[in-house]
Structure formats: structure tokens, C-alpha cells
């Protein structure tokens, strides 16, 4: 196992300290292992909270800032944060308007998280609600989650959103729009290597060099099926044409992500989204706005996803408000 770590039971540990010596902007409670904006925005405005397991970055951490999230909880790699971290977490963000927490769809995400809400509510009065993003279309049920599997609609929901509590939306607002992003949004990813839990110290599935991972969860779970390695055209045409088929994009504005798994180069993420963009225009669908880069990612995985978010003139004017965090930022 080559990676540039010092011990496996203490990457997080020291990921944190990395991440509070590289942000001043940020603040981290390495208690807790919650990432915080440094200056909380101001009272009367609704704040929001995600987390999940380390492993995906940018996602959650880098996402903390004016334009995006208030706080993200970290859980070990690949491993929910727990209900503790979480009920600190929003006590802190609340602002005096509630909080959203922003669950993707894996069982124990979903269920610290909701303990965390109900704990929070009774002890501190706090009122919490809940989106749980569910936009995989590769399987309905998989290893770690029953239903479909939160994954990169969660960028996108937690832009748009973001900006909308910044606007000033109230907590039932803001609510409803998170729910609007998620049925609207779709993804499907694939791998062509496995990626390495630091603790286990080997890949965690076996993936012969000819072969690729079609549906591939960002845990490295099952996916759909296992093909034959093709070319970037063909991959493309795999990726999207689930996606479309889930949802009817035609006839308004959409804004796409080609997501990078962590193992593969920028350039191959661009070669990969040319392919996507042609499949995409002769589909009919009207890309207004296009994301691409690492942003939910599996370690070391080698490999893509894209997702595609069904918008409006609202969603894309949420999109383009300011952002201001390490993982994106435009406007400021």
C-alpha cells in the first residue's frame, strides 16, 4: 500500500490537522471532527449540515463556507460519523432559524442522522429537518443502503441550496428546494480500478485490468455489471444513457456534472465529457452549466461518474450565486 499517510488508524486525525493548517478560513473541532466556517453567517438565516465517512473529498469538508454548507461532520474513512458529532454539529450551527441536514442515502448515515436531529430537538430546542439524496440510478438496493444510493447529486443540492439559505429562505423553503434538486437529479458511475481502505491495506474488490465496474458505488460496492474495458466513447454512452432513460431532461435548461473517482487524470475526466456532451446534445438536452473535476470521490478509485440535475431558470440562478469554499468558488 503506497500512500502518503503515517499511520492507517490516524489519517483522519491527521487529514484534520491538515485541513485547519491549510484554511484559515475554516475552523475544525478535532474533538468532535466537525469542519466549521471560522465566521458563522449571520443570525436569522437557516444552516447546513452534511457529513459522511472520509474518502470522498471534496466532499463534505471542502464545501464549508459562504455559499454551501455551515459544518460537515467527518466519520472515519468510508464509516458514518456519529449521532454525538452530528447533535454537536447543529447546536452550534443553528442560527436561530433551524437546520438542514443534507443525508446521503446509506443506512447509517441515515439513521445517526436522524437520531442526531431528534437528540438535538430535545435537548436544545432545535428545530431540524432532513433531505436524503437518492439519485443512483445504477441499483435500487446495494450493500450499503436500501433504495437508491446518494451520490452526486449531493454537489449539486448542496450549492443550490446553499444559496437559497443565504438569500434568506426559511427552513421550509429551503427544505422544499432540496427536495426539488434531488427528484430531479440523476447519476451513474463507473470504475476501472478498485480503490484502498487505508485500514484494510488492500483493493477492496478485485478488478481485472480488461474489465471495468459499470454502476460502481463510491464505497467500491456492486454495480450493475461487470464489462469488458472499452473505450471513452463507449463509456460514455454506458454512463448516460441510464440517466436518461430514468428522466425526461428534454424541453429546459440542465447543469451536468462529470464527476472524477480520485484515481483518474483531469485530462482523461475532459477527454470523457467530450464523449458525454455529444451524447448529450443529440439527446436534446440543454446544458446551461457544466462542472467537471473531482468532487465526490472514492480514495484512489480509478474512474467517473456523471450526473445530470433537470433545472429551471431559479436553479441555475442559484447556481451561479457566490460561492466561496476550498472544494468550489466563483462569484467572490
Known amino acids: 500500500m ?8 490516524q489519517v483522519l486525525a491527521d487529514a484534520l490537522r491538515g485541513v485547519a493548517a491549510a484554511h484559515p478560513e475554516l475552523r475544525v473541532d478535532h474533538q468532535h471532527r466537525v469542519i466549521y466556517r471560522a465566521r458563522p453567517k449571520a443570525s436569522g438565516l437557516v444552516a447546513l449540515l452534511s457529513g459522511g465517512g472520509s474518502g470522498h473529498e471534496p ?42 441536514h443534507i443525508v446521503k442515502n446509506y443506512t447509517g448515515d441515515v439513521m445517526n442522522f436522524e437520531m442526531a436531529g431528534e437528540m438535538a430537538a430535545a435537548d436544545s430546542g432545535v428545530r431540524v429537518e432532513t433531505i436524503v439524496t437518492d439519485d443512483d ?56 480500478t478498485s480503490c484502498t481502505v487505508p485500514a484494510a491495506g488492500k ?17 467500491g460496492e456492486p454495480g450493475r455489471h461487470r464489462v469488458p474495458l472499452t473505450g471513452a466513447a463507449e463509456i460514455a454512452e454506458q454512463l448516460v444513457e441510464p440517466v436518461l432513460a430514468d428522466l425526461d431532461f428534454q424541453g429546459g435548461p440542465s447543469i ?15 477527454l470523457l465529457y467530450g464523449e458525454v456532451a455529444t451524447l448529450l446534445e443529440k439527446a436534446g438536452v440543454q446544458v446551461a452549466r457544466t462542472l467537471v473535476g473531482n468532487y465526490i470521490t472514492s480514495l484512489d478509485m480509478a474512474g467517473a ?11 441555475v440562478r442559484l447556481w451561479d450565486a457566490p460561492v466561496n469554499t476550498s472544494g468550489l468558488r466563483w462569484g467572490v
Open 137 to 192: 440510478v445504477a441499483v435500487q438496493d446495494s450493500t450499503w443502503t436500501a433504495g437508491r444510493r446518494g451520490v452526486g447529486i449531493t454537489v449539486l443540492l448542496e450549492k443550490i441550496v446553499g444559496a437559497a439559505a443565504e438569500e434568506g429562505r426559511d427552513l421550509d423553503a429551503v427544505l422544499a428546494l432540496a427536495r426539488r434538486v434531488n427528484e430531479n437529479g440523476r447519476s451513474m458511475g463507473m470504475a476501472l
Open 2 to 9: 503506497q500512500k502518503l499517510i503515517n499511520k492507517p488508524d
Open 203 to 219: 483493493p477492496t474488490f478485485d478488478l481485472p485490468e480488461d474489465q471495468m465496474e459499470m454502476g460502481v458505488g463510491i464505497h
Open 305 to 315: 461518474s456523471v450526473t445530470v440535475l433537470r433545472a429551471d431558470d431559479e436553479l
Open 256 to 270: 451536468v456534472m462529470l464527476n472524477g473517482m480520485g484515481g483518474s487524470p483531469l485530462i482523461e475526466l475532459y
Open 59 to 100: 466532499l463534505h469538508g471542502g464545501f464549508v463556507g459562504p455559499g454551501m454548507l455551515d459544518a460537515a461532520c467527518a466519520g472515519e474513512v468510508f464509516t458514518s460519523p456519529t449521532p454525538d458529532q452530528m447533535v454537536e454539529a447543529t447546536t452550534v450551527v443553528d442560527r436561530g432559524a433551524g437546520v438542514l
